[in-house]
C-alpha cells in the first residue's frame, strides 16, 4: 500500500485515483505522518441478471390451466 502526504495527494488527485482503479492497489493518505483517509478500489460490480426468463422452473403446473376455474354456472358476468 503506498502512503503519501496530503499536498501531494492534493496536487494529483485524478491521476492518484485513476491509478488507484487501474492497478487495485490502495492509498493511505497523512497528514503530518498521521493516516487521515484510505483511498480503496471500489468492488466489482454485481452480476446484472436477465429477467426474462428468470423465474424459469419456479412454478408446477398440477392441473388443466386451459378450462376455467369454475364452472360457467357461477359466472356473475352472465347473470341476468
Known amino acids: 500500500m ?3 502526504p496530503i499536498s501531494k495527494f492534493k ?3 485524478l491521476k492518484l485515483l485513476a491509478n488507484v482503479k ?3 492497489q490502495s492509498i493511505l493518505v497523512t497528514r503530518k505522518g498521521e493516516p487521515i483517509a ?3 478500489p471500489p468492488p466489482p460490480p454485481p452480476e446484472k441478471k436477465q429477467w ?3 423465474l ?3 412454478a408446477k403446473i398440477t392441473g388443466d390451466i ?3 376455474a369454475v364452472s360457467e354456472k357461477e359466472w ?3 347473470e341476468k
Open 2 to 4: 503506498e502512503t503519501i
Open 11 to 13: 496536487a494529483t488527485c
Open 56 to 58: 424459469k422452473g419456479s
Open 66 to 68: 386451459v378450462s376455467p
Open 38 to 40: 484510505l483511498v480503496t
Open 52 to 54: 426474462i426468463g428468470s
Open 22 to 24: 487501474k492497478t487495485g
Open 76 to 78: 356473475e358476468a352472465l
